[in-house]
C-alpha cells in the first residue's frame, strides 16, 4: 500500500519535472492565433489586413513586407536591420509599443499595434504557431514538431 503510494507520488511528480514548461505548443498557438486574426492573416497565400500578414516572420526583417504601410516607428527600426527572432517577438507581444520605445530609446515611439499578449505561456505558443509559417534553419527535414520538448526543463525559456 505504502508502495503504491510512493510509487504514485513518484510519478506524479515527475510528470511535472518533464513537462515543458515555456516551450510552445503550435496547436494551442492555432487556437491563439484567432486573437490575432482580427488583424493578421497566415498561411501561403495570406494577405495584409489591418496588420501585415504573418507568414514568415519568424526570421524576417522587422517591418520587412514590402506593401504593407508600417506605422513610422517600427520602420525605423527595421531600417537598424532587426529581425524578428522568436525571442524578439516575445518581448513585442507583451507590449508593442513599450517594445518599440525601449529598442528605439525614443519616449514617443508609437506603434500601430494596440493589442498587447501578456501571459508568456501564450505568448510561446503563438511563436510556436507562427514559427510553423517559417522555413526551418536547417532546412529540409520537414515537420519536426520540437522533439526536444521532453527535455526541456524549468529553468530554461524557449530558444528558438
Ligand atoms: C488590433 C489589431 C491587431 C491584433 C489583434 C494583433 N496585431 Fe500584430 N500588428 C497589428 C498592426 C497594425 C501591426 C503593424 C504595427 C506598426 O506598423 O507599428 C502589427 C504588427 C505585428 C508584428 C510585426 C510584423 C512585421 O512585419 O514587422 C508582429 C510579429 C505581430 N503584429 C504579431 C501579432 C500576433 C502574434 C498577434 C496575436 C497574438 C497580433 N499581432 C495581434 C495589429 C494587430
Redesign the pocket.
Known sequence: MRQQLLAAAFFTASAFVTMPAFAGDAVKGEA??K??A???KIGADAKNA???A?TG?VG?A????ED?K??K??VEL?ETGAV?TEEE?FE??AN?KKYLRAKLDNKKAK?????K?KKEDQRND?IAY?ATFSPKAEEGDAASEEPKAEETTEETTTTN
Open positions: 491563439l492565433f486573437k490575432c482580427a488583424c493578421h489591418v496588420g501585415p504573418l516572420v524576417r522587422v517591418a520587412g513586407v504593407y508600417y506605422g516607428s517600427i527595421g524578428w517577438i513585442y507581444l508593442p506603434s500601430k499595434m494596440s493589442f499578449l503563438v507562427l
